[in-house]
């Protein structure tokens, strides 16, 4: 290349591709920092198509990789349930049906743990399987009944079900305890239970824990029980029942589906 041809490329304007390519770009930076780094290309897809730019898939996932971005990726869980107890078990009435027609049908409900640097923190939550929204939760350093209890009520109080909702759960012992009994006959709750060591029948809530750890707990080092819970409240209340987008959900947020119906 002659030295008059070298300059004239050095002044050559981007082409018309590697613009939209940089513009591209900044917006998939954007919707990424948004999501707390939790959006892969799927979830980037989705909220583009949202604001009504249309693009590949492929070509997303391309310039993620060529900017180094990555979903957060996933560890493995420690169990939480303990079965070994005389207290009376609920048939499985759910029977994996997690698409229930309208809210407030069908209910789950678990305990995960938190580390921190003071000890173990228990959150306990209780999911609607129509939205997906978490729409009772308890923290605790302490993996007591009232952990359950305080999740269930507070989920009562928001939604004020109907009698006949199905309510959900592992066949753990604060779940088959006497006083969270009382509570689901109380306000005509029907009590139904995974069968022993089936996380399959419980899946959309050991769903919500997996986001739960690999976009936010992994990626943490809490000092205390009180930052732990600021943080988590923070990703519940304001993250997943308002901004993250849910592929089960044709890609809104429970509450945009909520909202929506």
């Avoid at 303990?82 to 069908?106: D, G, V, Y």
């Avoid at 923070?234 to 849910?246: A, C, G, K, P, S």
Wanted: net charge positive; with cysteine; proline share 3%.
């Amino acid at each position: 290349m002659s030295r008059s041809g070298f300059y004239d490329w050095l002044k050559r304007q981007p082409s018309q591709r590697s613009q939209e390519n940089s513009a591209l770009t900044e917006m998939i930076k954007s919707i990424y920092q948004d999501s707390r780094g939790t959006y892969g290309a799927p979830r980037i897809h989705a909220e583009l198509k949202r604001q009504g730019i249309q693009v590949s898939r492929k070509r997303i996932a391309r310039l993620m990789r060529e900017q180094g971005l990555r979903a957060k990726s996933k560890r493995r869980f420690k169990a939480t349930t303990n079965s070994q107890h005389n207290k009376p078990i609920a048939p499985n009435l759910l029977a994996r049906e997690f698409n229930p027609i309208r809210a407030n049908i069908a209910w789950a409900a678990d305990i995960t743990y938190i580390p921190t640097n003071e000890g173990w923190l228990y959150l306990a939550t209780v999911i609607d399987l129509y939205s997906r929204k978490i729409v009772g939760w308890s923290m605790s350093e302490r993996m007591k009944t009232t952990l359950v209890e305080d999740a269930l009520m507070m989920a009562i109080h928001t939604r004020q079900p109907d009698p006949g909702l199905v309510h959900h759960s592992d066949r753990g012992v604060q779940y088959a305890s006497e006083g969270y009994q009382s509570l689901l006959t109380q306000f005509g709750m029907r009590c139904s239970m995974s069968a022993k060591g089936d996380c399959y029948d419980n899946a959309v809530m050991e769903s919500f824990y997996h986001s739960l750890k690999i976009e936010l707990v992994y990626h943490e080092r809490y000092r205390t029980r009180d930052e732990a819970r600021q943080s988590i409240f923070d990703y519940i209340e304001v993250f997943y029942n308002r901004q993250r987008l849910h592929s089960t959900l044709g890609y809104q947020s429970p509450v945009e589906y909520e909202t929506a119906a």
